[in-house]
T-cell receptor, first 113, second 109 residues
Framework: DGGITQSPKYLFRKEGQNVTLSCEQN?????MYWYRQDPGQGLRLIYY???????QKGDIAEGYSVSREKKESFPLTVTSAQKNPTAFYLC????????????FGPGTRLTVL | GQNIDQPTEMTATEGAIVQINCTYQ??????LFWYQQHAGEAPTFLSY??LDGLEEKGRFSSFLSRSKGYSYLLLKELQMKDSASYLC??????????WGAGTKLIIKP
């Protein structure tokens, strides 16, 4: 079955620790995205990648880092520099960046204690 | 600035029809998306409009007026499983999606 997987579903970390969220897709999509969702707000773009070994900052990249070493994988690291990391994180992919539908993974809910 | 506005919450009755409105202001415009999101789950794609008019897909229809910066999602024959948040997103000139905060739809029996 083709799709996007994110792991884990729930993640708890202590303040000051870096944490990496996994995102894998087997849809053969070129473009991948990371969003953050907070209650009462629209999705906000953290980073996106249109091609392997290339990625761009979104609107709220500070305190986050990504890599795109393989087409299928786009992990997100939430660093200790992110002031308010507790949120629901969504990974998405699309055929290319353009008017193509983005398909979402199930999300990771990160809670920093 | 770029902005998407939609109502925060709406309530409707099972079997009825509901219209969820969305107004948008984006830098350039390359279309408008509607997604459905159940609580704690991923958004799932419902529709994409880039030209004016109504697109119908079964019980769901989406309308776009580019001159008015306005779209709506129409849900017919409401079912309890339609209780969810509905997200409106505009695609700007850089092909970035600008998202609204979502409309939480509550269906009552």
């Amino acid at each position: 079955d083709g799709g996007i997987t994110q792991s884990p579903k729930y993640l708890f970390r202590k303040e000051g620790q870096n944490v990496t969220l996994s995102c894998e897709q087997n849809l053969n999509h070129d473009a991948m995205y990371w969003y953050r969702q907070d209650p009462g707000q629209g999705l906000r773009l953290i980073y996106y990648s249109q091609i392997v070994n290339d990625f761009q900052k979104g609107d709220i990249a500070e305190g986050y880092s990504v890599s795109r070493e393989k087409k299928e994988s786009f992990p997100l690291t939430v660093t200790s520099a992110q002031k308010n990391p507790t949120a629901f994180y969504l990974c998405a992919s699309s055929t290319s960046q353009g008017p193509d539908t983005q398909y979402f993974g199930p999300g990771t809910r990160l809670t920093v204690l | 600035g770029q902005n998407i506005d939609q109502p925060t919450e709406m309530t409707a009755t099972e079997g009825a029809i509901v219209q969820i409105n969305c107004t948008y202001q984006t830098s350039g415009f390359n279309g408008l998306f509607w997604y459905q999101q159940h609580a704690g789950e991923a958004p799932t794609f419902l529709s994409y409009n880039v030209l004016d008019g109504l697109e119908e897909k079964g019980r769901f229809s989406s309308f776009l007026s580019r001159s008015k910066g306005y779209s709506y999602l129409l849900l017919k024959e409401l079912q309890m499983k339609d209780s969810a948040s509905y997200l409106c997103a505009g695609l700007d000139s850089n092909y970035q999606l600008i998202w609204g905060a979502g409309t939480k739809l509550i269906i009552k029996p």
